[in-house]
């Protein structure tokens, strides 16, 4: 009888990183969701090809042909239902996908919603590590489910608002109170708003994974860097091709899930759900790319901001993950973002992102502060000023803890500042330099050049089942 080895991570980082799989595992055969559409994009094609041979054929057929009629009319029924059964594996995987979202960071009160939404956040940050290895690829993984949590929480600030201009999310604008509610706010919430959003967060640049697509990314022989800076004329056109069929993948690989019933009345109120929520999708993805309406916003404003979170350029750098919002501010003042929108976004994620490693200067019991530096990971949205996070703090004398303290880290004492850099060289360089030997493993590489760090690396920190469960709030 063999054991197996205890699992070095904690039950929820398993639960992250099975979902990781479900959507765009490592390697191929694990029937995840990215898979099924680079299968529909190699495969579909033909299979299209043949429905419509055998309708022309069957359309040909004379009635003298009547054995010849009825073999055709059995293959068009058999081809048509494996297309359809594709079809509705794919949406059922999908749907296995959006649950599992939903499950990790959907709580049942809107505070505990925040915090879940936190904690898979700095969950998916934390299990990269800066710019080491093959980051890139790992990044692209993670993209998507970090992007769809995002929407869900800009679209619950969205709704908070007196107005919301696009009539169908007017409609459902009373899912806020699906916390409030029974089961039933609760279910109409996740059907009607929920999987648009998720879906249309996930699958927003799906398109990118048809051959035409990976031709130009990846080369015909599939030896070029795929996140290299593409030309001009090869970015306009893969925009052109991601832009197609993304659409065609979800109103065709996808489409809508199918009645299971008898019940005439039912069906019809089923299937004009179904429409309603799908004509929703197309218009979000659709207007995602050519930004006329402003409903697109609601998963590009994420887009934009993960791509400096998660980013897949070789000038990587953790020091530039607080930009992230700096970006989203910038292109609302030019007016290529609504600027509303781009604030409550601002007031959702701050200025450091979850699972960031902030360095901060400690205060005694009177409050003054020390002659030394401590460390923590953010942890909490919404905060109340965007440049002072709620964190962990991990440290105590630059020994490493598992029950530090939930705290507001002032902008005064955050070490990101520059100013407040310069507070700790009094301290003199030895001092500094044995600060830092302390915590070698984990602190950035530019930190001994720095002598006092901007920030830390966390993912070491991390890396241990006992470190994993930083958003226990301690009484």
Known sequence: MSVHPPNPDSMYTQQVKQLINMVY?????YGSIF???RHYFSAAPEQEKQIQTLKAQLANATEKESDSK?????????????????????LERLQAVINKIVQLCEGDSFDETQLLSAKFLGTLLLLTRGN????????????????????????????????????YLSKYKNTLSRFDDEQAGFTRWKEALATPLITAALLQDVGLHCPDALNILKGENGDLDEFRLLEETQRKSLLKINFHNTLKYLSEGLGTPTYIGNDKAEREVFNAKQKDVHTFLLSLVKDAFILKTGLGELVKIPQI???????????????SLPKGYMLIEQLAKKGSLNKQLAQDFIDIVGYFPQGFGVTFIPVNEKG?????????????????????????????????????????????????????????????????????NQLSSNVSSDAVEDLVPSFWE??????????????????
Not at 25 to 29: N, V, W
Not at 374 to 403: F, H, M, W
Not at 463 to 473: D, E, F, I
């Open 25 to 29: 595992p490592q390697e191929a055969g």
């Open 35 to 37: 898979e099924d559409a």
């Open 70 to 90: 009825e073999q055709l009319e059995a293959k068009l029924k058999k081809s048509t239902a494996l297309l359809n059964s594709d079809r509705n594996e794919r």
């Open 132 to 167: 080491e290895g093959n980051f890139a690829k790992i990044h692209q993984r993670y993209k998507p489910i970090y992007k769809a949590v995002l929407t869900l929480r800009l679209v619950d600030k969205l709704l908070r608002h007196k107005t919301v201009a696009h009539t």
């Open 305 to 319: 901001y993960v791509s400096i979170v998660l980013s897949t350029k070789p000038d990587y750098t953790r020091l």
């Open 368 to 436: 003054y502060e020390k002659n030394q530096f401590e460390c923590a990971i953010v942890t909490g949205l919404n905060p109340s000023n965007p440049a002072e996070p709620t964190c962990k703090v991990v440290t105590r004398n630059q020994n490493y803890i598992s029950s530090g303290t939930m705290e507001v880290i002032p902008k005064a004492r955050n070490l990101y500042f520059q100013g407040n850099r310069k507070k700790l060289m009094r301290m003199g360089k030895e001092r500094l330099m044995e600060i830092i």
């Open 458 to 475: 966390p993912h070491d920190f991390f890396g241990y089942k006992k470190h994993q469960n930083l958003w226990v709030r301690k009484q």
